[in-house]
């Protein structure tokens, strides 16, 4: 009976130690991804969300006073005729 409670015991170790090789291959797996999908995001050069908002935002800002300045030119045109 001895044998056999051995064999179990030495068939549990080889158990755990391919779940622990099964789990570092897939810690490894996941990292070296990471790492390849980080290098392919620095070598396409896009932009951060924080810096695309702020771009955003200056662009509404700008589209925003050329408006106004619109409205200004056509105001002062039509003074410009009703004078004239």
């Known amino acids: 009976m001895q044998t056999q409670s051995s064999v179990f015991d030495d068939l549990a170790r080889l158990m ?7 789990q570092g291959a ?3 797996a996941r990292s070296f991804m990471r790492a390849q999908a980080d290098r392919f995001v620095a ?3 896009l ?6 908002e702020a771009v955003k ?16 030119v ?3 045109e039509a003074a410009l005729k009703s004078k004239a």
């Open 57 to 72: 935002q200056m662009a509404a800002d700008a589209r925003a006073e050329a408006d106004a300045l619109r409205a200004r």
């Open 16 to 22: 755990t130690g391919a779940m622990g090789m099964a």
């Open 74 to 76: 056509e105001a002062l």
């Open 47 to 52: 932009v951060g969300r924080d810096d695309f």
């Open 26 to 28: 897939s810690q490894e």
């Open 43 to 45: 070598e396409m050069d």
